[in-house]
């Protein structure tokens, strides 16, 4: 460095009034003393800086498209297998319902079947009992006439043997022994009958 050089050097820092520079002089001052130091170096990193910078700017742009273009495939893709699944779903439901619904019609329909062939065999059973009660009924009322004429028969073979046994009495004078041996006759042969 020359002599001149670090002259101009003392003077830029105040002016001939001893008033520091603006930035904009300083600025330029400074540009003045990195070419002196630096020369073509400066300039040369200075550019390789911009383009560096030019090119990482580039790069992350088009990184920051990439990634946001495979983050939207990726939220298309889910939302599509997302209302697949939920079409598969709402179709499987819906398949399973009328499916379910079918068999629970069918089943109404047994239901009903049955109902109604309970109801006819309780109706069968109403007609059989009345049948068998009316049978039963003339069977009862005919056993009840046999013996009411069994009775009546009995009754009057009684009647008939104590007119005969009170007539030949009568005739023959019995007497009070005999009488009493024939009224116990007719009591045994009256209580072996009711037996």
């Not at 990195?34 to 300039?43: C, H, P, T, W």
């Not at 580039?58 to 298309?76: A, P, V, W």
């Not at 699944?85 to 319902?97: D, M, P, R, V, W």
């Amino acid at each position: 460095m020359s002599s001149n050089e670090t002259g101009d050097l003392t003077l830029s820092k105040t002016d001939d009034n001893g008033q520091q520079p603006s930035p904009e002089e300083a600025g330029a001052e400074l540009n003045k003393i990195r070419s002196i130091l630096f020369g073509d170096a400066y300039r040369e990193l200075r550019d390789d800086y911009s383009q560096l910078r030019i090119e990482i700017e580039k790069r992350f742009t088009t990184l920051e498209k990439s990634l946001s273009d495979r983050l939207d495939s990726q939220i298309d893709s889910v939302r599509e297998d997302a209302e697949s699944s939920h079409n598969l779903l709402t179709a499987k439901i819906e398949s399973e319902s009328r499916t379910h619904g079918a068999g629970l019609d069918a089943l109404e329909d047994k239901l009903r079947e049955s109902e109604k062939r309970l109801q006819e065999s309780l109706e069968l059973l109403g007609q059989e009992q009345t049948e068998k009660a009316g049978s039963l009924n003339g069977l009862i009322e005919e056993t009840a006439g046999k013996i009411r004429a069994e009775q009546s028969a009995v009754q009057q073979a009684l009647t008939e043997r104590l007119d005969h046994a009170v007539s030949g009495l009568s005739e023959a004078k019995t007497d009070r022994n005999q009488l009493a041996a024939l009224f116990e006759g007719i009591a045994r042969t009256l209580r072996a009958d009711s037996e």
